[in-house]
């Protein structure tokens, strides 16, 4: 007799909320993918296309490469779909507070219902990454969510402030490759301008990724890690 395996409950679902489209993966792909394979269900939200990395390029285009992208590094990653809010950079604030953007922010976490959100760091060097961070607190507390709320870091990666926030610490030894992969699925932020850049400012952006994890992981006895506060 043919026995069929039943469809795997859902565990629940994690939301990531970032201000560009690759910071995701930057900051939380290992986590992700593991979340992923144990059995959460991983949404994210990124707030712009990052048009303006790229500012000869007409924006409609620059958002259809970074959805692309994103959607491919999600499939890679193990995620259930990518939203794109499209807020333009250097003015995240203002612009959700138009055409219903935070409303529909707001139905989109109401729905999710996550158990845990991760989101960019109070004191990352971008003032987008800032910006974000401000906008998901808010909205947690305005929702009054219960999920647990941890940030990541993209810019300040060696950041040696000592914080008293709690630590959460994922072990990515088994998905540190697939968060590699993700990233490399974000060809557009690969610098072509000259071979220089190709060659060198490229591979050194990898290795940064890497030693980080790397480090983490020596840190906390294992081979890779990523390292998150908890800050609601
Ligand atoms: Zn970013």
Do not use: C, M, T, V
């Given at each position: 007799m043919v026995k069929f395996e039943k469809e795997p409950k859902t565990k629940g679902s994690i939301l990531v909320v970032c201000a560009h489209s690759d910071d995701q993966v930057i900051g939380a792909g290992g986590a992700m993918a593991k979340y992923a394979r144990e059995g959460f269900d991983i949404h994210t939200i990124i707030l712009?296309?990052?048009?303006?990395?790229?500012?000869?390029?007409r924006r409609e285009i620059i958002a259809k490469i970074r959805i692309k992208e994103a959607q491919r590094a999600d499939k890679i990653i193990g995620g259930k779909g990518v939203t794109f809010l499209g807020l333009k950079e250097n003015h995240f604030e203002e612009e959700i507070?138009?055409?219903g953007i935070d409303k529909n922010f707001k139905r989109i976490i109401r729905r999710l219902k996550p158990v845990k959100i991760f989101t960019h760091s109070?004191?990352?060097?971008h003032p987008d990454h800032r910006a974000t961070f401000r906008i998901v607190l808010r909205m947690y507390k305005e929702m009054r969510l219960r999920a647990d709320l941890y940030t990541f870091e993209v810019w300040n990666l060696f950041n040696i402030k000592k914080r008293n926030k709690p630590k959460l610490v994922v072990d990515i030894s088994s998905t540190f490759k697939t968060k590699m992969k993700a990233l490399k699925?974000?060809?557009?932020?690969?610098?072509?301008?000259t071979f220089y850049n190709y060659l060198v400012l490229n591979n050194f952006f990898f290795f940064i990724i890497h030693i980080k994890d790397l480090l983490n992981g020596i840190k906390h006895n294992t081979r890779y890690a990523e390292v998150f506060y908890k800050v609601g």
């Open positions: 712009s296309f990052g048009e303006s990395i790229r500012p000869y390029i507070k138009k055409r109070s004191d990352d060097a699925a974000f060809k557009s932020q690969i610098d072509l301008s």
